[in-house]
């Protein structure tokens, strides 16, 4: 009601930008009140400004050998996480890995979030591609998540990219049903009807009113599924099929720790924590915006 | 009213029939006759009337002479011109006549659109006006249905029932069309707003020679609304007469228990209330014979046998009964 006020007094451009913000900030204003998702956000805020930062934060090369310093625990002189076995600097690589694993996990989200939403869009507004769409989306369905990406990478051979290829492949069939099951619920509003009553063409409707309204669905979907991707590329990586040595990623540090594990506890805890706390903040800020884009809750405070 | 003789939309035995579909292999089984031979005249200027019980067809009747639905038979002339049968795209031009303003008017309202640019969009999908163009008309819109520019840049939510229907009303005329369904347009609001909604109708109406084809199940509106009233029963039309005449002197038995329903405000004054017996037939498996005569109290074997034709018993009074000479 404090935004009628500064109408009054100001003029309507006061109000026309005071309202543009109005939705991102009533969202942003209950996340922030969630104080699990508010513990996530600044997890995931420290591994962006590491990711990006990554230069100037580490205190080491993150692949330079070093044989003399080798295995050092944590809390040594200079190395405050310690070293690996060839004497590499473990902060230096957990701060370059949090660039690879949140790389990784942007590009395969989006990319799944490309084919999913638009895949979801045409099934289910046009009944006729639906069969047909979801049938393939059954198929996908039916191989096991990290086997489907083992597949892939099978086809593909290799690396990082590879890996963030069949994350997005994989992740493409969860996030069609998800978008396909709102549009379906939204296309037979009233408002659609409407829209199609004035003429408006289906690109239109679809674009500009189907999607929009389906986005609270599609930004959890792709908040919980930065913590997957994550997770899977370093799974991946562990299995040797992601990152290949030198490249300091999460999951390959543990692989190559784990034949150290009773002298060297340190390489693979160290890198696991690491993956735990940014999984675990990425699934919390989910279920926080889940909370906080309730359309329910949205529109009527 | 004066009628020309022209009318701006003629009705042949339109038909809307929904395929029930079941079994593994989604074969038809049936079809749901929600619309059945309905044929009207609308002439330019005038309100008709359309009402009847839930599931009737009245709505389903409205959408089919939109376009929204596809009629199953039958011929839907607009201006002299069969638009039944014309292809999506060719079917632009007439939606610009046509327009409709719904029962619910937030839920026709997309609820993260701010009330301006639902306005301005339709200007968008139909004219090459420039932004400022559009804001400047939108302005002008919401102003004629009695909102005020600070409304422009305010969501659906933030308004109440009767604002929300003067931007559906405002939405439908923006585009100066010739013909209006209002498809139950003030039965979701208060008495007083309904007034206040009815009264802009008019008004509008007035100012821009608009045709409505009103669409309620409260005669009451109607009949203050209404210059012509057409009775519906499962589908099928039963009574089209002037509204004085068909409230003064009504026909058709289905037309004289609905009559009988509304409530008068006169505790004193005893009146006959006319009770249906039984439920509505079910659309998909209609009765043989005259639709109304599983619930009619005048019915005799040949209503069971032979359906009524549709015919002129006085000057613009038609009724499908075999009891009515």
New interface residues.
Partial sequence: MET?AV?KTDG?PV??RK?KEKMYVTTLKRLLKNKLAVVGLIIIIIQILMAIFAPWIATHDPVKQNLAESELPIFSDGHWLGTDNYGRDMWSRIVYGARVSLVVGIVSVSLGLAGGVLLGLLAGYYKKLDGLIMRIVDLLFAFPGILLAMLIIAILGTGLVNVAIAISIWSIPTCARIVRGSVLSIKN???I?????????NA?IIF??IL??CLAPIIVFATMRMATAILSTASLSYLGLGAQPPTPEWGAMIAAGQDFMWTSPHMTVVPGIAIMLVVFAFNVVGDGLRDALD?NMD??N | MSQPQQPLLKLEGVKKYYPIKGGILQRVQGYVKAVENVSLEVFEGESIGIVGESGCGKSTLGRTI?G?EKATDGKIFFKNQEISNLPEKK??TF??EM??I???PY????????IGAALE??FV??TKMTKAEREERVLQLLKEVGLK??H????P?EFSGGQRQRI?IA?AIALNPSLVICDEAVSALDVSVQAQIIKLLKDIQEKHRLTYLFISHDLGVVRHFCNRVLVMYLGSTVELAPSHELYANPLHPYTKALLSAIPRPKPGVKKERIRLEGDLPNPANPPKGCPFHTRCPIATERCKQERPEWKEVAPNHYVACHEVQ
């Fill in positions: 009628g109408a309507t109000l026309v309202k509003r009233e408002y009807l409407a829209m199609k009553a004035l003429g408006a063409s239109r500009k009113h929009p309204n359309p529109l009527n | 939109l929204l079917r632009k939606k610009k327009q409709m719904f029962q619910d839920a026709s309202l997309d609820p993260r659109q701010r969009e339709v999908i139909h520019e600070e422009y840049d305010r969501y939510h559906g939405r």
